[in-house]
T-cell receptor, first 111, second 114 residues
Framework: NAGVTQTPKFQVLKTGQSMTLQCAQDMNHNSMYWYRQDPGMGLRLIYY???????DKGEVPNGYNVSRLNKREFSLRLESAAPSQTSVYFC??????????FGPGTRLTVT | QQQVKQSPQSLIVQKGGIPIINCAYE??????FPWYQQFPGKGPALLIA?????SEKKEGRFTISFNKSAKQFSLHIMDSQPGDSATYFCAASIISNSGYALNFGKGTSLLVTP
């Protein structure tokens, strides 16, 4: 079991560029989540998905889009990156209630 | 708007001490309160969790105390060790149409000195 995997681990973008962060889980979890972590801000929810075909906005969705491709995969897209999106991004998955399992994170820098 | 407020921001204790981290919330609909531990360069990992129908839960050296009327909960680490040095996050969750989203506190950076 790999758990939750994220690619890439590191990325540097220029302002205005686009990219997709990939997340996959092999635990057959229904729910998947995207968070961003900034110093002194804790973890803030960007988007989440309770099941295939459903997504919902979290606390800080502006500038992002998501796709729940299937039960295993949940991707996060930045259409036009901005320096304010420099952060560490974590994907997580869970059964309906209870422990969320986090991936190792993607460290993104936007210059 | 921060739905879960966590304090202190940082904490230094000596080995064997009992660090205490506090969290407060406003939304009485929250019904699941986990604590996560995060080491540098890693994702958070669940440490211990409690539901509001109990006032205390212990797992090894870690204890959650929960005060429903005050809308507060805290983490105590007994006999703390240098290996406990990490960032700790409290959280609270509530059901929505899309599942159970966690609202995190801002985190407490704990350093346990030898």
């Amino acid at each position: 079991n790999a758990g939750v995997t994220q690619t890439p681990k590191f990325q540097v973008l220029k302002t205005g560029q686009s990219m997709t962060l990939q997340c996959a889980q092999d635990m057959n979890h229904n729910s998947m989540y995207w968070y961003r972590q900034d110093p002194g801000m804790g973890l803030r929810l960007i988007y989440y998905s309770a099941s295939e075909g459903t997504t919902d906005k979290g606390e800080v969705p502006n500038g992002y889009n998501v796709s729940r491709l299937n039960k295993r995969e949940f991707s996060l897209r930045l259409e036009s990156a901005a320096p304010s999106q420099t952060s560490v991004y974590f994907c997580a998955s869970a059964w309906d209630r209870g422990e969320q399992y986090f991936g190792p994170g993607t460290r993104l820098t936007v210059t | 708007q921060q739905q879960v407020k966590q304090s202190p921001q940082s904490l230094i204790v000596q080995k064997g001490g009992i660090p205490i981290i506090n969290c407060a919330y406003e939304n009485t609909a929250f019904d699941y309160f986990p604590w996560y531990q995060q080491f540098p360069g890693k994702g958070p990992a669940l440490l211990i969790a409690i539901r509001p129908d109990v006032s205390e839960k212990k797992e090894g050296r870690f204890t959650i105390s929960f005060n429903k009327s005050a809308k507060q909960f805290s983490l105590h680490i007994m006999d703390s060790q240098p290996g406990d040095s990490a960032t700790y996050f409290c959280a609270a969750s509530i059901i929505s149409n899309s599942g159970y989203a966690l609202n995190f506190g801002k985190g407490t950076s704990l350093l346990v000195t030898p």
